[in-house]
């Protein structure tokens, strides 16, 4: 089992920066690829940003490129997604995601995502 957690979130206004992390415990982490996906209210979640498990590889949905920067240190077990020029439209729970196969985590709603954690909320403001 890989448990995630996230943090970070909060309320920020547009144009703002910041950065989620999340922690990852349990099974070998580093084994894993890892990603962000995020749902806003009354929308279908949607890939933000993945990295393969040696960090080499980096990407991202068309509505973040650009202005977010996935990272991972996996001496902490630790994945980061630095946002910057954030839009009210950024708005949405983040959720931390892991799987084996990058295609899933690549993918549009990660739908058979491996492990996921239980999300942190992101608020931007006008």
């Known amino acids: 089992q890989v448990q995630l957690v996230e943090s970070g979130g909060g309320l920020v206004q547009a144009g703002a920066s910041l950065r989620l992390s999340c922690a990852a415990s349990?099974?070998?982490?580093?084994?894993?690829?890892m990603g962000w996906f995020r749902q806003a209210p009354g929308k279908e979640r949607e890939f933000v940003a993945a990295?393969?498990?040696?960090?080499?590889?980096?990407y991202y949905g068309d509505s973040v490129k650009g202005r977010f920067t996935i990272s991972r240190d996996n001496a902490w077990n630790t994945v980061y997604l630095q946002e910057n020029s954030v839009k009210p439209e950024d708005t949405a729970v983040y959720y931390c995601?892991?799987?084996?196969?990058?295609?899933?985590?690549?993918?549009?709603?990660?739908?058979?995502?491996?492990?996921w954690g239980k999300g942190t909320l992101v608020t931007v403001s006008s």
């Open positions: 990295i393969t498990w040696n960090g080499r590889n980096t």
């Open positions: 995601a892991a799987d084996r196969t990058i295609g899933t985590l690549t993918s549009a709603n990660g739908d058979g995502m491996d492990y």
């Open positions: 349990g099974r070998t982490v580093s084994n894993y690829h």
